[in-house]
DNA sequence: ATGCCGTGGAAACCACGA
């Protein structure tokens, strides 16, 4: 079972390279974040073509959300996350698909930092962190994936002293995300490779692919059932220099079917 | 050091991204 999580920058304008990539790698669970799209603009003919089904949580020019699979409708569980009604941005949708539940999220930006953008960043971290908590203690089979923002470590970033007062890098975003996966969450990269330089973001301008000048900020969080199958982990860079590419690059897992 | 690129939407510029 390969699930996987790509923040596609626009789901309209990216469609030929993300159906290539579906084609190409042929996951079974598919995350997707930063639509761009209203609901109706979602691509569903073609990625129904492409053998998946999906639910989305789409909104106009902003954020968007979806959930596909392969061989299975994905159940909807929810499409926001609790704890702020006022908060209109679609940047969450859960649901249960392939006997787990499947958490998809595009965590705020935060930039410029400090201010408001920022404070709801950190805002949005403890409803996600909380929301968390709970289906941790569910003792459900858990993947809470997506584009989370935030690099947690030195390690994922290519030059750290540069974006330390960035909001993706700020000491408050980072301990955010450890508080977040010592709940007890494994970050299934870091599991796998937890020395290697490994990067999910390359900026569009100054060649940032090219000289590799990347950043880790998309992120597969597994509950201790879904660590326990963990038999593979990856991020498909090469994608990236696929024309009219997104500015991230499709990360994603293998795990053992349950028994 | 910096939106230098790129998207979507509105209206030939703007907001937003990381």
Redesign the pocket.
């Known amino acids: 079972m390969k699930i996987a999580t790509y ?1 596609v ?6 469609l030929q390279v993300l159906l290539r990539w579906l084609n190409e790698a042929t996951p079974d669970i598919v995350c997707l974040q ?1 639509l ?3 609901p109706e ?1 979602f691509p569903a003919s073609a990625i129904k073509d492409a053998g998946y089904k999906a639910i989305w949580h789409g909104q ?3 954020n968007g959300v979806a959930i596909l699979a392969r061989n299975e409708e994905p159940k909807e569980i929810c499409r926001a996350l609790p704890g702020d009604p006022e908060d209109l941005h679609s940047r969450y949708i859960e649901a249960s698909v392939a006997n787990m539940v499947v958490g998809c999220l595009y965590l ?2 935060g ?2 930092a400090p201010g408001p ?1 920022f404070d709801y960043k950190l805002a949005w971290f403890e409803r996600l962190t909380k929301h968390a908590a709970g289906l941790f203690k569910s003792g459900k089979p858990v993947v809470l994936t997506g ?1 989370y ?1 935030v690099m947690p470590t030195e390690l994922d970033v290519y030059k750290p002293e ?1 974006w330390v007062d ?3 890098f700020r000491p408050e975003s980072r301990a955010a995300f450890k508080k977040l996966v010592s709940q007890g969450w494994t970050d299934a990269i870091r599991k796998l490779y937890p020395d290697q330089k490994i990067y999910t ?1 390359w ?4 060649n940032a692919y090219g000289r590799d000048a990347g ?1 880790r ?1 998309d992120h597969l969080l597994l509950s201790p059932h879904v660590a326990k199958r963990l038999v593979a982990a990856g991020v498909d860079r090469h994608v990236r220099g696929w024309e ?1 590419s997104s ?2 690059a499709p990360v994603w897992i293998e795990v053992a079917n349950s028994k």
């Open positions: 923040n920058n626009g789901v309209n304008g990216r930063e761009k799209a209203p603009k106009k020019s902003w705020p930006n930039n410029p953008k584009d923002n540069r960035d909001a993706l973001f900026d569009y301008f100054r950043l900020i009219k500015d991230h």
